[in-house]
């Protein structure tokens, strides 16, 4: 009886050092690296990239619910690309936010074929289905949406996520919305609201068909590392590039479009007024085709 006692004991001792060292055995065949996400500073802060095989953390910052969804929907995107993506949502947070939109999915550049949706009804439910997903190997990522606090996602939970994910060597995403942060062993924890992103001229667009001369900004991110488990954290305004599918920086969204000097204004006559189509009356709406 002391015997086994002793061995359990050990045994544990082995699996917590595992995690606080961040060490992986590479079960499963799978191999411990870093995905560079894009921005050059973040992938710096991080050693190289968000690391696989762990559980990542994302908090929406206030009602920023939709944000944090998209940060989320773009680490998948760096991580697991071309691989099955299972994300399991709380069915209160299902009803609060809505379906996930797989035309929205397409527009990030990601292919809606390789998601699969499972419905919990309860927090203690999708932790369940989170760590019975990350034990399968076959799968690139798994996402965890939970709505507000809850007692059953603490730090026994988030390790037991954690030995899973190492096991298999999948990547866990905690999507956390109207919750605060408590103690976890995941690797990193961002916390994620939206930012400013300008209208881009119409010829920077993919297929753009609009009538008027600018169209929707790419996707821009106010992310906030606030836990690195191996090294600094860091704040960004990073832009996601749905054509390349990767992060840049956003610090130079407001250069102007055409950096090249320009002509001066004309000194001897005053500006000129805007014009007119004549058949168009001033002051109508301007209307732009969609589709």
Known sequence: MERARISTLARLRKDIDRLEGGSFDGGAGAALHRVPLGHVEADAVLQGGLLRGAVHETFAQGPQAA???????????????RRPVMWVRQDFSARENGGLSMSGWCEFGLDPRFVVGVRARDAEAALQATADALACDALGAVVMEIWGETRHVDLVASRKLTLAARGSGVTGLLLRIAAAPVPSSAETRWMVRAARSPPRPAWQARNAQVWDAQVWGAPVFDAQLVRNRHGRTG??????????????DA??????????????APADRPHSARTVAPDVAPGAASWRRTG
Do not use: K, Y
Not at 67 to 81: E, I, N, Q
């Open 67 to 81: 944000a944090a969804t998209g940060f989320v929907a773009a680490l998948v995107g760096r991580l697991a690309p």
């Open 251 to 264: 610090a130079s969204l407001g250069a102007p479009a055409h950096p090249q000097p320009v002509a001066a």
């Open 235 to 248: 704040h960004w305004i990073m832009e996601w590039n749905c054509d390349e599918c990767r992060f840049r």
